[in-house]
T-cell receptor, first 112, second 117 residues
C-alpha cells in the first residue's frame, strides 16, 4: 500500500513567519514528489516538484527531499494571508504504477 | 505549467438524468488522465484512471456503469455520471498527466461542481 502522510493541521503561523509543512511517504521506489496548493472550493494547483535529494527553491517556496528518511517538506518564507490554503503532498508512481499518490493535506492559516 | 480545462464548471440537474463532464489538456497531449471526486472538507478521492484508447481503470468501490469514462483522444477525456442522484453531488476534478522532462507531473483542471436535485 503506497501511502503519503501529512498532519491535517491547521497549522497557524503569523504573517511574515516561515511556514513548515511536512510529509512522509512509503514508496521507496518513487522518484518524484510534488506539493500542490488547494484553496477552499478550488482545484489543486502545482506549486513545486522535486526529484532529487536536497533543497529546491522557487521564490518564497523551498521543497526539501530526504529519500533516506522518506521525508518531504515545504517551507514558505515570509508567509502571507494569501498563502492560507490546504497543501497536498504527493509522490509519483514507481515501476508500472502510474498514479500519483496524494496525502490528505495540511491546512495552513496565516494570521495577519 | 500546463493547462487543463474542464467543462462545465458548474451544473445543476434533476435526479435521474445523466451529466457529461469534459476534461481537456490544452497545450500538451495526455495519454493518461485521472478523475477525482471531493466532498466538502474532505480530501481528494481518486475515482478512475483514464487511458487513451483503452478502458478506464476504476478504483475499488467506484461503479463503472454509473461513472462512464471515455478517453477518445490524447487531449480529451469525458466523465458521464449516469442516472445521477443527490448523493452524487460533489466537486469533480480531472487531472492530466504530462510526460517528458518533468516526468509524470499531474496538472489539475479547475473542477466541476455538480448539484443533483
Amino acid at each position: 500500500q503506497k501511502e503519503v502522510e501529512q498532519n491535517s493541521g491547521p497549522l497557524s503561523v503569523p504573517e511574515g513567519a516561515i511556514a513548515s509543512l511536512n510529509c512522509t511517504y512509503s514508496d521507496r521506489g518513487s522518484q518524484s514528489f510534488f506539493w500542490y496548493r488547494q484553496y477552499s472550493g478550488k482545484s489543486p494547483e502545482l506549486i513545486m516538484s522535486i526529484y532529487s535529494n536536497g533543497d529546491k527553491e522557487d521564490g518564497r517556496f523551498t521543497a526539501q527531499l530526504n529519500k533516506a528518511s522518506q521525508y518531504v517538506s515545504l517551507l514558505i518564507r515570509d508567509s502571507q494571508p494569501s498563502d492560507s490554503a490546504t497543501y497536498l503532498c504527493a509522490q509519483g508512481g514507481s515501476g508500472g504504477y502510474q498514479k500519483v499518490t496524494f496525502g490528505t493535506g495540511t491546512k495552513l492559516q496565516v494570521i495577519p | 505549467g500546463a493547462v487543463v480545462s474542464q467543462h462545465p464548471s458548474r451544473v445543476i440537474c434533476k435526479s435521474g438524468t445523466s451529466v457529461k463532464i469534459e476534461c481537456r489538456s490544452l497545450d500538451f497531449q495526455a495519454t493518461t488522465m485521472f478523475w477525482y471526486r471531493q466532498f466538502p472538507k474532505q480530501s481528494l478521492m481518486l475515482m478512475a484512471t483514464s487511458n487513451e484508447g483503452s478502458k478506464a481503470t476504476y478504483e475499488q468501490g467506484v461503479e463503472k456503469d454509473k461513472f462512464l469514462i471515455n478517453h477518445a483522444s490524447l487531449t480529451l477525456s469525458t466523465l458521464t455520471v449516469t442516472s445521477a442522484h443527490p448523493e452524487d453531488s460533489s466537486f469533480y476534478i480531472c487531472s492530466a498527466r504530462q510526460e517528458g522532462h518533468q516526468r509524470e507531473t499531474q496538472y489539475f483542471g479547475p473542477g466541476t461542481r455538480l448539484l443533483v436535485l
